[in-house]
Each structure stands twice: as C-alpha cells, then as structure tokens.
C-alpha cells in the first residue's frame, strides 16, 4: 500500500524542512510548496491526505487555499500555522472549513496527534464510501424522523469531519448531550475519552482544581495527585453542558486553555499540552449574555465557531411515537408497553415545555399509576398540568401558563390561586414586591408540576440548581409538611 501524501505550504525553509523530516519519519510522503501558486499546481497534480497550510505566504494568504480546497467534492481536511496567540485567524480559518489548525512555534507531538486524526477521517471516508449504506444507518442517539431533526443529522455528520468548536444551542431537556455525543462518536476522536460536564453543577471554589486538575498537598484536602476535566479528555472531546453559568473569573482561565491547548494543576510549575474537541452547550442566549457583561467576547466567539441548534419537541411532534417507544423500552426493558391512540393524541396536544425530559417524566409517572400495559389519558396526569402555549407566545415567562398553581407554603401564607384579568389589574404600590409575587408564583408553579424536585423545576424555569435555591431562599418558599 502506498503511504498517504501530505502537502506542507510554508514559505519559511527551516520549518517546512522540520515538518517534511518528522512526517516521513511517520512513515508518510511529503511534497513542498513555498507559495499558494506552488501549492494550486501540486493539488491539480496530486490527491492528498492532508494539506498543511501556512496563514501568510508571499503571494496570498492561506485563507485562500482553505476555501477553495473546502468547495471540492472529495476535499481533504486542511490545518493551518498560525501566529503564537493569533486566535482570531485560528477561529476565521475554521469557519471557512479547516480542519484543525497549529500555533507556531510548532509542538511537534500536537502536530502528530493531529496528522494521524486527519488520516483517520480519511480512512474512514474512504472506507463509508457514500457513508449512507442500505441497512448500515448510524445509531444516533437523538432519536427522530422528522424533517428537522433529520436536518440536524445531517449537520452533525458534516460537523464531525472537523476540529472546530461547537456550540449547542437549545431548550432544556431537549437533547443537546445526545448530540455532542453523536457529534463525538461520528468523529475521528470516537475511540477517544468523552467527558461532559454540567459547568453550573459545580462550586466556584472547585471550578480551577476540576478543570485543570491538582497537585499532591496543592491546597488543603489534596492527598493525592488529580487530573482534570482537560487531562480526562485529551485526545477526546470535552463537553461543557450550560457553559453560561461559568463564572467570570473561570472564563479567564478556560479561554487561555483553548487558546494555547495548554493547562496547568493547581500547584504545578509547569503547563501540560492537551488536546480536546471543545463542544459547548447553553438553553441561554450567550449574544444577549455577552451584551449583559455575563460572558467574556473573546471566549464567546472561540467556543461559538461553528453553531448547531436543535428544535423543541413541539416543532417535530411527528416524532412522538418513537420516543414514546424507546422510552418505555428503556424504563421497563422486558414490559410490552404502548399508548392508546387517544393517549398518544392527548400527548400531541401538550406544548412540553421540559422537551422530551418532560415527555420522559409523563411517560414514568404514567407507569407507576397504570394497570395494564397500554397507557390511557387519564395514566398520563396530563389533565392537572395545563396544556401551554410556545414560548414565543408567553409574555411573562417563557414556556409557563399564567395560570396559577397550587399552593405552597410561603413565608407562613399561601401563594395566590387567582389573579384579575390583566386589563382590571392597577399599577402596583410596589415594584419590586409586585415583582417578587410573579417570581413567587412562577417558581410555585415549577415545583408544583415537578412534585417539589427542585432539579427539574430549574431546567423547567431555563435556570441552574443554584439560582432556584437562592430564589426560594430569598422569596422564603418551603416544601409543605
């Protein structure tokens, strides 16, 4: 068989020399070309593997190369060199379709670890063919067979094909973990650590030491050497699940650790070279958050390179049946379970807020009232949760009914159970107490569809655990005797 054939486009001698001898020693064939002219008349000539590009060339930029490459049908994956800290080229060039791109002065081991995940999606490229085989489909964990989610299929396929950032933007409860783990398991980083981390899970104190990892005796209560959520991943994919509740001090250091691919332990000297996939995820607009001052800009446009939304179940509804079915194949395995038409009808009418953890909740909450195998209406509890209007039709509060739940104890009395018509209502003596009464009742509400599960009830109100317990604190709401 005949070694791949990389092409190095650099117009500095001694580096394309030093690239060209530690490829071969890889075992691979290497040509040169020292200006995009050079490098257009190799690749009319010859198919290549990989081609590794310079940013700045005597006669263009290598921009150029990584667009005009990126329009082919059967193109092969580009990396660029870039500037040490010339972030913005690295985040320009994987927007316009690179692979993966290098800093310079160049880490040769980051550079092998590269070459070999560019010839490994070659592989396998060449091996699916046209990956769509009769018979062989992938088995993506979003389930789905409506349009829009066929769509967002297809965008993870193209996505997996390269390095660049991505960022997951959705509802909660909508599958944004599923499809970073499609996303990973379709890369060439598959057989490679998948880590994800929930970022509003975890204490402010601890964010540095989880992150990055720690020393033996770094801090009090460090009895032994610990590696992080980056030294876990290397070689892998890194998933920040809620990246928005990152607070601003931990922005900092995780933008300096995409920037250079380097970490370092709480109490170590020196930094670690790591290299991950970084795909984030928020239910929050990180635009608007960056507007507000929440979210640093240079880290929003390095993790938001490339953007991958995903649709509310109530805009694919179509796909009702067959999550119905996995779900109550994964809750009671050995169990022939299924909904009556009516029940399935009634679920198509609710507006699932919660997405499809909603839909997961009905269906076990369901089981644990049923009595036979097929579930009916009134097994789905559906008819003391109001069925709710989109998000886009809520003025107050996104996803929630205005009506109001039932009562919980707070501060000693009971919330309200009804409101005037909004046209009858007079200005408020006091905003902020009027304000506090709507938070009150919405939160009230939250818990009331969730059974007081306070976990549920914050991915229900689009907040983290912490912000719900601190509102509940603050607003003096207890669980009722």
Do not use: W
């Not at 092998?112 to 070659?122: D, E, H, N, P, W």
């Not at 062989?136 to 299929?153: D, N, T, Y």
């Not at 922005?251 to 970084?278: H, M, P």
């Amino acid at each position: 068989m005949r070694a791949p054939r990389i092409l190095v486009v650099d117009d500095e001698a001694d580096l394309r020399e030093l690239l060209e001898i530690t490829l071969i020693k890889m075992g691979l064939d290497v040509d040169c070309a020292d200006t995009l002219a050079s490098a257009r008349a190799h690749l009319a000539r010859t198919q290549y593997a990989l081609i590794l590009t310079d940013m700045r060339l005597p006669d263009g930029i290598g921009l150029e190369l990584v667009r005009e490459i990126a329009t082919g049908l059967h193109a092969p994956p580009v990396a660029v060199l870039t500037a040490f800290g010339s972030a913005e080229n690295a985040v320009e060039a994987l927007k316009a379709g690179a692979f993966d791109y290098l800093s310079k002065p160049v880490v040769l081991e980051q550079l092998r670890k590269m070459v070999y995940a560019a010839l490994r999606l070659q592989a396998q490229s060449v091996v699916d063919g046209s990956s769509d085989k009769p018979g062989q489909p992938f088995p993506f964990q979003l389930l789905g067979e409506s349009p829009a989610i066929q769509q967002v299929r297809q965008q993870i396929q193209r996505l997996a094909l390269s390095m660049a950032p991505v960022a997951i933007r959705g509802e909660s409860g909508s599958g944004k973990e599923l499809a970073a783990r499609d996303l990973h398991a379709l890369s060439p980083r598959a057989g490679q650590p998948f880590i994800a981390v929930n970022c509003g899970a975890i204490p402010e104190s601890l964010m540095e030491a989880e992150f990055f990892g720690y020393r033996k005796g770094a801090f009090t209560g460090a009895h032994e050497e610990r590696e992080g959520f980056f030294q876990a991943a290397n070689g892998g994919t890194l998933f920040l699940d809620e990246v928005a509740d990152l607070p601003l001090a931990m922005q900092v250091k995780l933008l300096r650790a995409i920037q250079e691919r380097r970490v370092r332990k709480l109490g170590a000297t020196n930094e670690e070279t790591v290299d991950v996939r970084l795909v984030s995820a928020t239910h929050q607009d990180l635009a608007a958050c960056m507007a507000q001052g929440r979210f640093r800009q240079d880290l929003y446009y390095r993790l938001n390179v490339i953007e991958l939304t995903l649709p509310p179940l109530r805009q694919r509804k179509e796909d009702l049946g067959l999550l119905v079915a996995a779900i109550f194949k994964r809750l009671k395995p050995a169990a022939s379970l299924s909904l009556t038409p009516a029940a399935l009808a009634t679920l198509a009418t609710h507006a699932f807020p919660g997405n499809v953890r909603e839909l997961e909740n009905i269906l076990e909450r369901a089981l644990a009232f049923a009595t036979q195998a097929e579930i009916d209406v009134e097994d789905l509890g559906l008819s003391a949760v109001p069925s709710l209007s989109p998000p886009a039709e809520q003025e107050m509060m996104p996803g929630f009914a205005t009506t109001p739940a039932s009562a919980y104890q707070v501060d000693g009395s009971s919330a309200m159970r009804t409101a005037p018509p909004a046209e009858a209502t007079p200005l408020p003596a006091s905003l902020p107490a009027h304000l506090d009464a709507v938070e009150r009742r919405i939160i009230c509400q939250a818990l009331d569809r969730t059974r007081f599960n306070r976990t549920q009830a914050a991915e229900l109100l689009g907040i983290s655990f912490r912000q719900l317990r601190y509102r509940m604190q603050r607003l003096k709401i207890y669980e009722p005797d």
